[in-house]
């Protein structure tokens, strides 16, 4: 039998503190004895975020003429496609119980 791990999944407006429970739910399970994989926004290895630092970086923020409102709800809509398959990989490789993540589903792309 495949063993999956539980998901905890922190969702909320930009600076309500989504990391800071993340990390402290991760620190407390470590403390019970169960392994803990932690899946932060601000750390994530998917190229399309890459790609939107990026952006942000050159443009401070997105403008229309550097990026289509389009092209913006795509990249948003690739990158929460990438988050979600690291989030499953993660679950499913049998090597932590728990996968805490500050972000998992793309309710705020509004926001973004």
Not at 90 to 96: N, Q, T
């Amino acid at each position: 039998m495949e063993r999956t791990a539980t998901v905890v999944a922190f969702e909320g407006p930009p600076l309500a503190g989504k990391t800071t429970q993340a990390e402290r739910l991760r620190d407390r399970l470590e403390a019970d004895g169960h392994a803990v994989g932690l899946l932060q926004r601000a750390t994530d290895e998917c190229p399309t975020r890459e790609r939107i630092n990026e952006l942000r970086e050159r443009t401070a923020g997105f403008t229309r003429e550097e990026i289509s409102v389009e092209e913006e709800t795509s990249l948003w809509s690739q990158y929460y496609r990438e988050k979600n398959d690291l989030i499953r990989a993660e679950a499913r490789s049998g090597a932590v119980d728990y996968v805490v993540a500050d972000r998992y589903f793309p309710s705020l792309l509004p926001v973004q």
